[in-house]
């Protein structure tokens, strides 16, 4: 058979390959585009002892660390061999005279990151790590000042969040929109992707319709990760009926079987 390409060809004739077989009315599929309903995810984590009780471990262990911020290793090699430094003492001196001022503007944003919510770094963090553990995907929204300086990172509820596909599969790029809100029922915002050039900078013209969204697990076949509570849903439904079974013999008693013996 000869190729027939779904997709406009390129100045060269050929077609550029898609990312996966998307269903055609992806875009405009509001509630079917995903293997395992958000609603079952989270329920499954607030209602089930040992997941929720997992989840918690987990926050507990990464929010209880002694989070700081400072230069990376790569950092104070690069300061170490554009100064001509010979120890790695002489280079973080160096750094923090040079931008020291700028760690500290970063550390008085993270004790509160999102300051619309009144959230301070560790109930943002256990936020954030709950959004990854359950759904796999985490939505940031940042929001500036009218002078383009970063105020606050809101965490957008994920199951609100759908995410929009180019011709081949991939997210659109700016300024294209990569996102909707669905509220309701309907599409109530389009947002697009986090975009920077090619020395790493963001450009301002978009910022205000900026969405960041965090995928850990990604996969070739969904746009969609895999979270940790998805993949235990075999195990955690068979650990539910049980504790239902359980439940039934306070609650319906055992009484026919003290009574009717079989035959």
Request: one cysteine or more.
């Amino acid at each position: 058979l000869a190729p027939d390409p779904l997709d406009r060809l390129n100045a060269d004739g050929r077609s550029t390959p898609r990312r996966w077989q998307y269903p055609v009315t992806s875009n405009v599929n509001l509630f079917g585009d995903r293997e395992v309903p958000w609603f079952v995810l989270s329920r499954l984590a607030s209602n089930c002892d040992v997941v929720s009780r997992c989840l918690e471990l987990v926050q507990d262990a990464v929010v209880g660390l002694d989070w700081s911020w400072g230069f990376s290793k790569q950092i104070i090699a690069q300061i170490m061999q554009e100064e001509s430094l010979t120890n790695t003492a002489k280079a973080n001196a160096f750094a923090r005279d040079k931008y020291g001022a700028e760690l500290d503007r970063i550390q008085s944003f993270w004790d509160y990151p999102d300051k619309r919510s009144q959230q301070n770094f560790s109930m943002w963090l256990t936020q954030f790590i709950w959004s990854t553990l359950v759904y796999d995907g985490v939505a940031v929204f940042p929001e500036y000042s009218l002078g383009g300086e970063l105020m606050s990172l809101s965490q957008i509820d994920t199951p609100s969040i759908k995410l929009l596909l180019d011709n081949q599969g991939f997210p659109p790029r700016p300024p294209a929109p990569a996102f909707q809100q669905i509220l309701y029922g309907f599409p109530r915002g389009e947002y697009q992707a986090e975009d920077v050039d090619q020395d790493g900078n963001a450009p301002t013209e978009y910022l205000r319709d900026q969405l960041a969204y965090y995928i850990r697990r990604p996969r070739p076949h969904t746009v969609y990760g895999f979270s940790p509570v998805e993949e235990s849903i075999n195990f955690a439904t068979i650990y539910q009926a049980r504790q239902e079974w359980l439940h039934a013999e306070y609650s319906h008693g055992v009484l026919p079987q003290l009574i009717i013996e079989m035959a």
